[in-house]
C-alpha cells in the first residue's frame, strides 16, 4: 500500500476501498405463476420450476401471493421468475444467463445477467440488431430474459447459436393501480400529515 | 502517517468532510456536518452488496444507527439508490429526504403496482424507493419532502437546504403520469426519467463555508434555481458536477452566481457498455472554470472470466460484457469550520484528477 502527496497538495492512496466482506441477504426459491416466456423460435418450449435465481439475490417468501403487506411484512417477488426453456435435444448449451434490461438507447440496451453456467452478476451492452424485429419493438426497461449460447445439430450440421428469449413486456392494469392506491393510502396515514 | 490511518482515520468534530464514492456506475457522497454527526446523499453497492456509506463510516468507526442524521435520495435511477433501502433502515436516527413530487398518491399507486410485478415495468430503482417507503411506513416516519428553496435540516453547525425540484417540474411530471384507462386497460406502462425531479442541495456550515451538490439535474432545473429569490444567498467552495459532468446539466450562471471562483468540482464518473461520462469536451468545459477538479474513478471496467468458446462468441453477436461491480474510489475534502484554512484533498483508490479522465 503506498501512500504520496503530489504537486498540488492532493494525498493518494492506492488501496482498494471494498470493506470486508459480509453476508449477502436472504435469498429463497420462488415460483412461478402461469406461462410467462415468449419462445422466439426453435427451441423455446418453457418448463417451469426448471431453475431458480434472482439478480438481486432478494428476499421472498415462496408461494405467497404478489403484491402483499402483511402484518407490515413486505412480500417480494423474486426479480427473475422461472421461466428457463428447455433445451431440445439437439442443442448443447455452453453459456446461460437471465437478464433484466436496464437501459435501451442508440441501438443497443444495457442488461444486468446473473451468469447461470459460472456464476457471478454481470453487466452487459448488447445491439439490438442481435434481437428479431418483434422483439426489438416489445423490448422495455425492466424486460426479463434468458439468452444461451450453445451448439445445435441439424441435420448432421452442427452449428453456433447466440439465443435471447424475453418475456412478455409487463403490463400496469387500472387494477394494479388500485391495489397500489390501497398501499399509497395507508403509507399517507402511517406519515400523517407533514 | 500510513495509507491506512489515513483513509481509516475520522474527522474532528470542528472538521467538514465531504467524502465522494463512486465505483465508475453509482455514487454516494457522505458530509460530516460537525461533532460526529453525518449526512449521507445516494447509494451505491460495493462488491460485497452493502451500501458503500454504511461501510465507509464502519471503517471510521462510526455507528451508523447514531451518526447519520440526515439520508437524501436525490432521484430514483440505479446509479444513485442501489442499497438505499438498508442504509435507511440502518440509520435509524436519520430522516430520509427526497423530492416532494414522491408523495403523491398517484406516484406511490404506481411504484406499488410496479413493485407487484417484480418491478420489472419500472427497474431496481423504483423497487427499492418502495422499501425505503415500505419501512418508514412500518415505523410510523414521514420522509422529508425536497421542493425549491426548503431548509431540510438544521444542527448547531449546518444546515441543509433542497434547492429543487421546482413547481414546473412537478406539474410536468405528473401529467405524464396519466393511469391506464378504460379503454386501454393493459396499456405498457414506464414511469418517467427522473432526472427533472433530482434533489440538488446546498449544505451551510458554521463560519461560512457551503457546498453545492448537483445531483443529476439537468439545464431547465438549474435555471429555475438561479431565478429563485428565496434560495439562501452564498457562493460553495465544493460543487459536486450535476449529472456526471454532462453538458446538458452545465449552465454557466451556475458557475458565476453560486460558486466560488475556481472552486472544488468533485464528480463520480458514468459508465455503461459503450457509453460514458463524462466525455473529453465535458472535462474541458469543467477544467475551463477550475482546476480542482477530481473525479471519484478512472479504472476501465475489469473483465468477466468466461470460457474461450463463450468469449469468442461474444464478439460475433455485438455484445460487451463487464463485472457488475466495480472499484470505487474516493475524494475526500476535509478542512476546519473555524478560522484560517483550506480544504485538503485526499485521492483514494482508483480517484483521479479529472484531467486524467481526458488524457
Known amino acids: 500500500m503506498s501512500l504520496a502527496t503530489d504537486s498540488n497538495g492532493a494525498v ?17 426459491s420462488g415460483r412461478l405463476s402461469g406461462t410467462m416466456a415468449r419462445n422466439e423460435g426453435r427451441n423455446g418450449e418453457l418448463a417451469n420450476g ?32 422461472e421461466f428457463f426453456p428447455e433445451h431440445s435435444p439437439s442443442f448443447f448449451p455452453k453459456q446461460e444467463w437471465a437478464g433484466r434490461v436496464t437501459a435501451i438507447d442508440n441501438g443497443s440496451f444495457d442488461a444486468r445477467l ?65 391495489r397500489g392506491r390501497r398501499w399509497a393510502e395507508w403509507l399517507h396515514d402511517r406519515w400523517g400529515s407533514e | ?68 442524521k440526515l439520508i437524501v435520495a436525490t432521484h430514483w435511477h440505479d446509479d444513485h439508490i442501489r442499497g438505499m433501502g ?15 413530487t414522491l408523495r403523491r398518491l398517484e406516484f406511490l399507486s404506481m411504484i406499488e403496482g410496479f413493485r407487484a ?33 426548503r431548509r431540510i435540516h438544521r444542527s448547531p453547525r449546518c444546515d441543509v437546504w433542497s434547492l429543487s425540484p421546482d413547481d414546473e417540474a412537478y406539474t410536468s411530471f405528473f401529467e405524464s403520469l396519466a393511469p391506464p384507462s378504460d379503454a386501454e386497460p393493459e396499456r405498457v406502462f414506464a414511469l418517467p426519467t427522473p ?66 471562483p475556481e472552486p472544488f468540482a468533485i464528480l463520480a464518473p458514468w459508465r455503461r457498455g459503450g457509453g460514458s461520462l463524462p466525455r473529453k469536451g465535458d472535462v474541458n468545459r469543467i477544467l475551463a472554470r477550475t482546476p480542482n477538479a ?16 463463450v468469449k469468442k462468441k461474444l464478439r460475433g453477436v455485438n455484445a460487451r460484457l463487464r463485472p457488475e461491480f466495480g472499484t470505487s474510489g474516493m475524494i475526500r475534502l476535509r478542512r476546519s469550520m473555524t478560522g484560517e484554512s483550506s480544504w485538503r484533498v485526499e485521492l483514494l483508490g482508483p480517484a483521479c484528477y479529472l484531467q486524467e479522465l481526458a488524457a
Open chain 1, 12 to 28: 493518494r492512496t492506492s488501496p482498494s476501498l471494498q470493506p470486508p466482506a459480509v453476508l449477502p441477504g436472504v435469498s429463497g
Open chain 1, 50 to 81: 426448471a431453475s431458480s435465481a434472482s439478480l438481486d439475490g432478494e428476499a421472498n417468501v415462496k408461494g405467497a401471493s404478489n403484491g402483499a403487506i402483511r402484518n407490515g411484512l413486505l412480500v417480494v417477488r423474486p426479480e427473475v421468475p
Open chain 1, 114 to 178: 446473473q451468469d447461470l453456467t459460472g456464476g457471478g452478476r454481470e453487466v452487459a451492452t448488447i445491439d439490438l440488431e442481435e434481437l428479431s424485429l418483434e422483439d426489438r419493438d416489445r423490448i422495455r426497461i425492466g424486460s426479463l430474459f434468458h439468452w444461451v449460447m450453445g451448439y445445435e445439430t441439424v441435420n448432421g450440421t452442427r452449428s453456433n447459436v447466440s439465443r435471447i428469449v424475453f418475456l412478455d413486456p409487463p403490463r400496469l392494469t387500472r387494477r394494479d393501480i388500485e
Open chain 2, 1 to 68: 502517517m500510513t495509507a491506512g490511518d489515513l483513509s481509516s482515520s475520522a474527522p474532528d468534530p470542528a472538521e467538514i468532510e465531504v467524502a465522494t464514492l463512486g465505483p465508475g456506475y453509482g455514487e454516494s457522497i457522505l458530509i460530516h456536518t460537525g461533532d460526529g454527526e453525518w449526512m449521507v446523499v445516494d447509494s451505491f453497492l460495493n462488491s460485497d452488496r452493502r451500501p458503500s456509506a454504511l461501510a465507509y463510516l464502519e471503517r471510521l468507526g462510526y455507528d451508523p444507527a447514531e451518526a447519520i
Open chain 2, 86 to 100: 438498508t442504509l435507511v433502515e440502518a440509520g435509524r436516527s436519520a430522516r430520509f429526504c427526497c423530492a416532494g
Open chain 2, 117 to 149: 410485478q417484480g418491478s420489472r415495468a419500472a427497474g431496481f430503482g423504483t423497487r427499492e424507493i418502495f422499501s425505503v417507503f415500505a419501512h418508514l411506513g412500518q415505523v410510523g416516519v414521514s420522509p422529508l419532502w425536497a421542493t425549491a428553496s
Open chain 2, 195 to 260: 432526472n427533472q425531479l433530482s434533489v440538488a442541495l446546498l449544505v451551510r456550515f458554521e463560519g461560512g463555508v457551503s457546498c453545492l451538490l448537483g445531483a443529476d439535474l439537468e439545464r431547465r432545473g438549474w435555471t429555475a434555481i438561479l431565478s429563485d429569490d428565496r434560495k439562501p444567498r452564498c457562493r460553495s467552495s465544493v460543487f459536486k458536477v450535476p449529472h456526471h459532468g454532462s453538458a446538458n446539466a452545465h449552465l454557466e450562471g451556475v458557475w458565476d452566481e453560486l460558486l466560488e
Open chain 2, 294 to 309: 477530481y473525479a471519484t474513478t478512472k479504472a476501465a471496467p475489469g473483465r468477466v472470466p468466461l470460457d474461450r468458446w
